[in-house]
């Protein structure tokens, strides 16, 4: 079967395919996860995007294999970062198994891109999306999987009325990523992350980090993503009720400067800002630079997630590293916990423009991933995540992937709140931006959280 891979790249550049896969969910590469589900909301149009498409047949030897064969799989991809294994996956896979497969790419947001393709009359018959992408989409384009064997072996599928429709990709969370030889390299400690996960632990040991000579210990990235998804994100993740929460700040019964968490937060985060490397210049600093710095000890923490080893693992970097709880001066657990959970979703297309046999070929294609030994390693190895389902046991290929999973086992991951409006992230990230600047205090930062809440559409779930 002749294999086609095709490439479309139309007036893009390389720091803007970048900077489009920055909100894109799980994994690494220059990109990262969205914790509103508001994935590529700042990437290029569609027009702009780049689409790569790949055909391929999956492993042999499977029943998988005889009842999708010969059948046209479309997937669209909508992680950046690992698009060029995807490509080879599905060459191979067209090789070994007879199933032709597409996959493709844009770095338009998942909601207007598969939008246009409904519209024309061509939805793709396996779609990877954002959480709150199943939420919207399932009643009316998203086939039932709830009789699905891999619905027993994860925790982080999405139903809808008691229905499944969302198959976990993988899980990602987010924390501080620290450097634990270069810390160990001034303390003559090694650093044991849960003593200090006070605030005041913390800075005492920023303080003795540069009194040894690591002059700024911290980097910030200023990327919006990075302060408004998934940092202020925390706020309302990191309570019992984030709804309810939500809904205050929008019929204006809660202020955010009047919020315990908020403040607790922002108290860490001054601390990080007043230690950044980057102070002078906050939103010049550019984040492979960050990344370097951390990567190669001259700075020893960065709030991040594990997203982040594809561009860490670039350069020289150091042994021993991972992700630690955000420090707080807390009683209430949780800054003995990353935030994070299920990361990217596929679903199956239920329309009259997708065969039954096309839909079987994605079901196969998706006991593959989970209980096939190819699927596995593409999972883990060549894509380097997080598996979220429990039968999977090959190692972490990544430190800071294996910080996750060690979280994760452990039980100690607060769920990532999937339904902030679309443009959260972009609206408050610029007024964080404005806080790391020093061009707004933490009041001035409050009155804009307020103003963008008591006007924002919340999100039907």
């Not at 914790?35 to 492993?59: L, Q």
């Not at 399932?138 to 039932?144: I, K, T, V, Y």
Request: hydrophobic share 40%.
């Amino acid at each position: 079967m002749a294999n086609k891979i095709l490439r479309k790249l139309t007036g893009i550049t390389l720091s803007a395919v970048l900077a489009a896969g920055m909100l894109v969910g799980c994994g690494g590469g220059a990109a990262a996860p969205a914790a509103d589900g508001a994935a590529d909301a700042s990437a290029p149009t569609e027009a702009a995007a780049t689409e790569a498409a790949a055909e391929a047949s999956s492993d042999a030897g499977s029943d998988a294999a005889a009842s999708g064969s010969g059948e046209m799989l479309t997937i669209f991809n909508s992680k950046m970062e690992i698009q060029d294994q995807m490509e080879a996956m599905a060459e191979k896979y067209s090789e070994e198994k007879g199933v032709d497969v597409e996959v493709y790419y844009s770095s338009d947001t998942v909601a207007a891109h598969l939008s246009t393709r409904y519209a024309s009359g061509e939805p793709y018959v396996l779609s990877m999306v954002d959480a709150k992408d199943i939420y919207s989409l399932a009643a009316e384009h998203a086939l039932d999987l709830s009789d699905q064997d891999w619905v027993k072996d994860t925790s982080s599928a999405i139903a809808v009325d008691g229905k499944t429709y969302g198959f976990p990709v993988c899980v990602e969370a987010r924390g501080v990523i620290y450097n634990a030889d270069a810390i160990k390299a001034i303390t003559g400690k090694d650093f044991v992350p849960a003593d200090y996960a006070t605030l005041d632990a913390f800075s005492a040991l920023l303080d003795e980090l540069k009194a040894g000579g690591m002059e700024t210990p911290v980097g910030i990235m200023k990327e919006d993503w990075s302060l408004g998804a998934h940092y202020l994100a925390e706020v309302y993740e990191q309570r019992e009720d984030p709804d309810a929460f939500v809904k205050a700040l929008n019929d204006g019964s809660q202020k955010i400067e009047d919020d315990e968490k908020f403040n607790s937060l922002m108290d860490t985060f001054d601390v990080l800002k007043a230690n950044n490397y980057a102070a002078a210049s906050a939103i010049s600093a550019e984040r492979e630079v960050t990344e370097q710095k951390l990567a190669e000890g001259e700075i020893a923490f960065m709030f991040g997630g594990n997203w982040d080893w594809s561009v860490i693992n670039a350069y020289d970097y150091s042994e021993n590293m991972g992700i630690m709880p955000v420090p707080q001066n807390t009683s209430d657990g949780t800054n003995e916990k990353l935030v994070g959970g299920g990361s990217k979703y596929f679903f199956i297309d239920s329309s009259d423009k997708v065969t039954d046999g096309q839909r079987q070929a994605a079901k196969d294609f998706l006991n593959w991933l989970v209980y096939e030994e190819g699927g596995q390693n593409f999972l883990v190895t060549e894509c380097a995540l997080v598996p979220a389902f429990s039968n999977i046991t090959l190692a972490v290929a990544d430190p800071l992937g294996a910080s996750v999973k060690e979280y994760a086992d452990a039980g100690k991951l607060i769920d990532n709140y999937n339904y902030l409006p679309d443009d959260h992230y972009a609206v408050l990230g610029a007024a964080f931006q404005k806080y790391l600047a020093d061009q707004s205090d933490r009041a001035g930062f409050a009155g804009e959280i307020d103003k963008y809440w008591t006007s924002a559409t919340l999100a039907e779930h």
